[in-house]
């Protein structure tokens, strides 16, 4: 508990001392921001979870760090509006990502999916997979980054699942779970938001947190990592998929997707930005509460996991349609 309080003073302490100085104010203006608040919110999520990174798990490891790092100033670059073009960042993103499955030996060995696995086993197309793996994460993380504490909330909730599961992890899971809650408790307030430097390096460090948890720990089913992660990822590629039926570019933002179309119906009804805002990311992170309860009890069965999966995307589809007629 005592970590917990240096650690949410320090966090405070950064925040304000950025919200001050304006060096990573959230513009209002942004598709994002009106659906939360249209005063100036510090875009730290990133600086802080970076610092503590730097302090509690720099290992010594300088190549892996600069990855980390990399992503974290393509996060801020693309928050300060120095790289605009979406297919630059993806670009950058791309050669980070890469260069994070070389350096850090990252690979998936068994999707128990023959056809998957044969092709995999091909050391450059493993990297490849791996990398369009990470990039999906990245980016879904950066999509479900809309409303208050749902991507901090998401990724709190699977930091305490792997904790509660006692897996040996690649960091410290009590730390990070501080770490976590302290952002989770200033992005509840609005005193902070991800921006993309916090969104990037987020799904950067599951993807390799949890990459690493599939090699170290042959008993967990390759389908309980996808399940924990299933959200961001259904996010991005339902979103390019319904782009791409609209002739339009994937990379192009906008306001469609699921815990928008959610705010926008409960906004309507409430009529507190702020208030619906933070019921969309209650309702969402609930849902998927329950389904890493569900899903943590199982997590070696690929067969019950496959048809978790199987009912989210169902149930994601469905809601959508839904929402999207009425």
Same mark, same amino acid.
């Given at each position: 508990m005592e970590k917990f309080i240096i650690i949410f003073l320090v966090s405070t302490l950064i925040n304000e001392l950025l919200l001050r100085t304006k060096l990573l104010p959230s513009f209002t203006g942004d598709l994002h921001q009106k659906f939360s608040s249209i005063k100036s919110v510090p875009l730290t999520g990133g600086v802080i979870l970076l610092i503590f990174y730097t302090y509690f798990f720099f290992n010594n490891n300088e190549l892996i760090y600069f990855c980390f790092f990399g992503i974290f100033i393509l996060g801020i670059l693309s928050d300060l509006k120095k790289i605009i073009s979406a297919n630059k960042r993806f670009l950058f993103q791309t050669i980070i990502?890469?260069?994070?499955?070389?350096?850090?030996?990252?690979?998936?060995?068994?999707?128990?999916?023959?056809?998957?696995?044969?092709?995999i086993s091909n050391e450059i197309f493993n990297i490849l997979f791996v990398t369009f793996c990470i990039l999906i994460v990245i980016n879904g993380s950066n999509f479900i980054d809309g409303m208050n504490t749902l991507s901090l909330g998401y990724y709190f909730l699977i930091i305490c699942s792997l904790h509660f599961l006692k897996f040996d992890l690649a960091f410290d899971s009590v730390i990070?779970?501080?770490?976590? =809650?302290?952002?989770?408790?200033?992005?509840?307030?609005?005193? &902070?938001? %991800?921006?993309?430097?916090?969104?990037? &390096?987020?799904?950067?460090?599951f993807s390799y947190?949890?990459?690493? =948890?599939?090699?170290?720990?042959? =008993?967990?089913?390759?389908?309980?990592?996808?399940?924990?992660?299933?959200?961001?990822?259904?996010?991005?590629?339902?979103?390019?998929?319904?782009?791409? &039926?609209?002739?339009?570019?994937?990379?192009?933002?906008?306001?469609?997707?699921?815990?928008?179309?959610?705010?926008?119906?409960?906004?309507?009804?409430?009529?507190?930005?702020?208030?619906?805002?933070?019921?969309?990311? %209650?309702?969402?992170?609930?849902?998927?509460?329950?389904?890493?309860?569900?899903?943590?009890?199982?997590?070696?069965?690929?067969?019950?996991?496959?048809?978790?999966?199987?009912?989210?995307?169902?149930?994601? =589809?469905?809601?959508?349609?839904?929402?999207?007629?009425?």
């Open positions: 990502c890469f260069s994070l499955a070389i350096i850090g030996e990252l690979e998936i060995t068994n999707t128990r999916i023959d056809i998957l696995d044969k092709i990070l779970i501080y770490i976590f =809650l302290t952002l989770l408790i200033l992005n509840l307030f609005n005193k &902070l938001y %991800l921006g993309d430097n916090g969104s990037y &390096l987020i799904g950067f460090l947190l949890l990459i690493k =948890l599939h090699l170290t720990n042959n =008993l967990i089913s390759p389908y309980f990592i996808i399940l924990l992660l299933w959200y961001p990822a259904m996010e991005i590629l339902f979103s390019i998929i319904r782009k791409k &039926l609209k002739n339009k570019s994937p990379m192009l933002p906008d306001n469609e997707h699921l815990h928008q179309l959610v705010f926008k119906k409960l906004n309507k009804k409430v009529n507190k930005k702020l208030l619906s805002n933070i019921i969309t990311a %209650l309702i969402l992170n609930f849902y998927n509460l329950n389904i890493f309860i569900i899903g943590s009890k199982f997590y070696n069965h690929h067969g019950f996991l496959i048809t978790l999966i199987t009912i989210n995307i169902f149930i994601y =589809l469905i809601s959508y349609i839904i929402l999207k007629r009425i």
